[in-house]
């Protein structure tokens, strides 16, 4: 089975600060991507990655960067914090290219910033 | 443009009531289309997929779905919940690329 783990379940950090959510999968997929998640409004695709060092933006990457150095690891930067940035995020990874595949996720992050 | 909508944002049955969690898409290709289940505190895990196959899909843990071009619905079924089965569910659809499309999610409640 593909395992898709995210560092921090749970993460408090203050207004300002820079932090980093990270993201590994095991499985040689190509694409990773970062969501969030708020009450009602679903999932938000922030930023996706089809391969090393590639980075697209998605629906909202405003407050938000990304780095793919290795193609397992995909990281999401958080440059200067703030409290509408508190939210479940979550990482999920695919195989190849085309829609046929499905998005393998991890357990999510919970990030409250104070 | 391609967009997802479930009708419901709760749905509540008894335990060994069927389930019925619709889903409506919009999408000018043919698409193809997910569920998700989300249990509290843990990602989205697959529950079925649909990619231009057989029209009903079965998926894990008894449930699925049918996909109806004609009703551009995919709504998802199961004979008899159970208690475990108490969850968020998305329905997903991907056009043509890695853009997926969720729904804004449907939580089910199992009564005993």
């Known amino acids: 089975d593909v395992k898709v783990t995210q560092s921090s379940r749970y993460l408090v950090k203050r207004t300002g600060e820079k932090v980093f959510l990270e993201c590994v999968q095991d499985?040689?997929?190509?694409?990773m991507f970062w969501y969030r998640q708020d009450p009602g409004l679903g999932l938000r695709l922030i930023y996706f990655s089809y391969d090393v060092k590639m980075k697209e933006k998605g629906d909202i990457p405003e407050g938000y960067s990304v780095s793919r150095e290795k193609k397992e690891r995909f990281s999401l930067i958080l440059e200067s914090a703030s409290t509408n940035q508190t939210s479940m995020y979550l990482c999920?990874?695919?195989?190849?290219?085309?829609?046929?595949?499905?998005?393998?996720f991890g357990d999510g992050t919970r990030l409250s910033i104070l | 443009a391609q967009s997802v909508t479930q009708l419901d944002s709760h749905v509540s049955v008894s335990e060994g009531t069927p389930v019925l969690l619709r889903c409506n898409y919009s999408?000018?290709?043919?698409?193809?289309l997910f569920w998700y289940v989300q249990h509290p505190n843990k990602g989205l895990q697959l529950l079925l997929k649909?990619?231009?196959?057989?029209?009903l899909v079965k998926g894990i843990n008894g449930f699925e779905a049918e996909f109806k071009k004609s009703e551009t619905s995919f709504h998802l079924t199961k004979p008899s919940a159970h208690m475990s089965d108490a969850a968020e569910y998305f329905c997903?659809?991907?056009?043509?690329?890695?853009?997926?499309?969720f729904g804004a999610g449907t939580r089910l409640t199992v009564k005993p």
């Open positions: 997903v659809v991907n056009m043509n690329n890695n853009d997926m499309r």
């Open positions: 649909y990619t231009s196959a057989a029209t």
């Open positions: 499985m040689d997929h190509e694409n």
């Open positions: 999408s000018s290709y043919s698409p193809s």
């Open positions: 999920a990874s695919t195989l190849g290219q085309g829609n046929r595949q499905p998005q393998h």
